[in-house]
């Protein structure tokens, strides 16, 4: 790319270290610049308008102009733009935000405690595991176990129970105590010849083997996303989490369920806890939480926690947690905008008639060459490519097939995200409309027909 000097450009090269990105490359690339949005579009400072199919980070659920969230921020700029909610203080959106969000959770969950980003939130939720097994008696219960293919941020400790080599590599990560087991899918997986049903119990088996190994005494809790985002977009395999949940439960060992990308209607109900019958003693949320418009995030926490905490409390005082802008106030106002938002304009309605759409739609490129599974559920979705179909053979990472696929639907103006294994993930705006619907899967197929015909 020719860097003009003074640029945007170039002013971004000399200045900033971005997340996610190659730094190397960056420093002679530079970035792809953004300077407005409108409905599911945003647009570069080249003029160049582009679908946004990944709703940025997985999270712009609302798109990416909303005028009555601009109004909530600004009505609470107005009238107290900080408070903290630290030492007994509190206030009306902190309040009204917890009482809306507790009414639309799961069963059993009966208290929030609000940070600032999902990482943020699985820090939390892993000090509050531990916290709790304090309170109760049992300070040796607290090793974590996550999955490979998970991803829980990058805050330290979500970043160990992440499953993720990226994550770790170059960190010194995980740190001691933080442990894997093998990931839900079975498409990934299962072994040759195995079916849906053996390939559970044998992660069940796993998961029970792991335990008894470590001592059930040692472990705290399990993280798990309910259908995993950054790790390769994979729907559980029928009957998982009943089986692993039953495995936890016997050890008492707490489930914390990461909902940062499927809460709020991303896989067709509120949270895919409903879906996927999860009990979580934790959920975590951020991303749709408020639409993506400012940075807010949240634990809830069941009433057997909060129990033992508050017993715990008596003995040992003050809490220790918290963040400065633990529920800031225009965060915690545009949150509840957005949950507002959510139920006057029916979007699990919307949700219902559109996904069969996208997920339709993106079924029927299965029969392309280079397609070797389609998958997702909701408005999340991944298109994966192989080198030949029936053994699902991966391409060699030195042809970048997946960076390919990136770029050249880039070049028809839509956004989708790469994933390791050359898959393409999808996850759009929810309020996104058919004819965008028909836009973005046209341009998957142009892309995956140009890559194809590279490859020749
Ligand atoms: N959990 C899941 C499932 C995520 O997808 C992400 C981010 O993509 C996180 C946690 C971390 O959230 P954040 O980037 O806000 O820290």
Known sequence: MNVQANSWAARDIATL???????YKQQSDGPIVMTRGQGVRVQDSDGTWYLEGMAGLWSASLGFDQPRLADAAYRQLQALPFYHIFNNRSHGPAIELAEKLLAIAPPGLARVLFSNSGSEANDAAIKLAWYYHHAIGKPAKRKIIGRMRGYHGVTIAAASATGQ???HAGFGLPLDGFLHVGSHSYWHDGEAGES???????????LEALILREGAGTIAAFIAEPVT????????ARGYFAAIQ?????HEILFIVDEVICGFGRTGTMFASEQFGLQPDMLTVAKALSASFLPISGVMLSGRIHDAMLAHGREHGVFAHGV?????PVCAAVALETLKIYEETDILGHMAQVSPLLQDGLRALRDHPLVGDVR???????????AEKASKTAFDPKL?????????????????????????????PLIIQPPEIAELIAAVRGALDEVAAELQ
């Open 165 to 167: 080599p990226a994550n």
């Open 324 to 328: 400065t802008y633990a529920a800031h």
């Open 17 to 23: 270290l971005h997340p996610y990105t190659d730094l």
């Open 376 to 386: 997702g559920i909701g408005l999340i979705a991944a298109v994966e490519t192989v």
């Open 400 to 428: 970048g097939v997946g960076a390919r696929l990136q770029n050249a639907v880039l070049n028809r103006q839509v956004i989708l995200r790469g994933l390791r294994g050359d898959a393409l993930a999808v996850c759009p």
């Open 229 to 236: 985002g950054g790790g390769g977009v994979f729907v559980p």
């Open 196 to 206: 849906e049903a053996d390939f559970v119990a044998r992660r069940a088996a796993e």
């Open 246 to 250: 039953e495995v936890l439960r016997r």
